[in-house]
Nanobody, 124 residues
């Protein structure tokens, strides 16, 4: 059974940083593209970033490019999202997910399963 557990969320002031982690189990982690999405209250879930199975390619939403960095440690079965220069509009629940079986890395429909999410709140 695949399990994804996010951690590292919290409350931070605008301009601050947070590092999210996603611990994966029950899958051959280094075989899969992994992604981060977020969902703010009243809004649809949106793509944040994705990373190739071998950490060889990354994808970012325009809204986070240059501020966020996705990475992975395949030896530890862990996905990361380093978030710098946080803005109030980055406030959301952040989810990690496995890109399976295929499809665009930018679409949530391409991912299953999902973690339970971790809350990020950025204050002004």
């Amino acid at each position: 059974q695949v399990q994804l557990v996010e951690s590292g969320g919290g409350l931070v002031q605008a301009g601050g940083s947070l590092r999210l982690s996603c611990a994966a189990s029950g899958l051959t982690f280094d075989s899969f593209v992994m992604g981060w999405f977020r969902q703010a209250p009243g809004k649809e879930r949106e793509f944040v970033a994705a990373i190739g199975s071998s950490d060889d390619i990354t994808f970012y939403a325009d809204s986070v490019k240059g501020r966020f960095a996705i990475s992975r440690d395949n030896a530890r079965n862990t996905l990361y999202l380093q978030m710098n220069s946080l803005k109030v509009e980055d406030s959301a629940v952040y989810y990690c997910a496995v890109r399976y079986p295929s499809g665009s890395v930018y679409r949530s429909e391409s991912y299953s399963p999902w973690g339970q999410g971790t809350q990020v709140a950025v204050s002004s």
